[in-house]
């Protein structure tokens, strides 16, 4: 089990170009959320998946974001034209509902996206 | 919205106690978790408790909750150089979704 990956780890776009995200949870985990970090702040919950298909999503997800997870493993997040104010970082997690001695959805994050929009 | 919220910073000296405190609003909260997170880093995971429990101990690390103030608390205890980071309080909402605090610097002074 190697944990949550993301990549990249670091993007600095600039203003207007649009970026994708990559998570891979941990196998068989089969939900899987994202965050997003600002400075000085907690995690804000984004979406969450339960296989392919999208539960729910924050009002902080404009229409410029867009998040898929086509076949239930792996999951990109898109930002459409970028804004300055996107500047964060985007953590995923995933967890499995199915009880293995663990609290249901205990959520395993990943080391994170840094995303600079200059 | 459920709320949570966290002192901003704490210092000890190394070898003491640390004890980092969080109150939540939400009230059918059903798990509450501590999360670490170093610069730079990702989170990671520390302890849970359930929400009917008082107490959990695991190795250094006590988690108290006071379900009816609404209060957790995590205790480190001797603690370390290597335990300066940020400690982040999260309660488990009705959709699964975690909703955090804002965080608390520990620095350990050597």
């Known amino acids: 089990d190697t944990g949550v990956s993301q990549d990249p780890r670091h993007k600095i776009t600039k203003r207007g170009q649009n970026v994708t995200f990559r998570c891979d949870p941990i196998?068989?985990?089969?939900?899987l959320y994202w965050y997003r970090q600002t400075l000085g702040q907690g995690p804000e919950f984004l979406t969450y998946f339960q296989n392919e298909a999208q539960l729910e999503k924050s009002r902080l997800l404009s229409d410029r974001f867009s998040a898929e997870r086509p076949k239930g493993s792996f999951s990109t997040l898109e930002i459409q034209r970028t804004e300055q104010g996107d500047s964060a970082m985007y953590l995923c997690?995933?967890?499995?509902?199915?009880?293995?001695?663990?609290?249901?959805?205990?959520?395993?994050f990943g080391p994170g996206t840094r995303l600079t929009v200059l | 919205g459920e709320d949570v919220e966290q002192s901003l910073f704490l210092s000890v000296r190394e070898g003491d106690s640390s004890v980092i405190n969080c109150t939540y609003t939400d009230s059918s909260s059903t798990y509450l978790y501590w999360y670490k997170q170093e610069p730079g880093a990702g989170l990671q995971l520390l302890t849970y408790?359930?929400?009917?429990?008082d107490m959990k101990q695991d190795q250094r690390l006590t988690v108290l909750l006071n379900k009816k103030d609404k209060h957790l608390s995590l205790r480190i205890a001797d603690t370390q150089t290597g335990d300066s980071a940020i400690y982040f309080c999260a309660d488990l909402d009705s959709s699964y979704k975690l909703i955090f605090g804002s965080g608390t610097r520990l620095l350990v002074r050597p």
């Open positions: 408790i359930f929400s009917n429990m």
């Open positions: 196998s068989e985990h089969n939900r």
């Open positions: 997690a995933s967890s499995f509902p199915i009880s293995s001695g663990e609290p249901t959805d205990t959520q395993y």
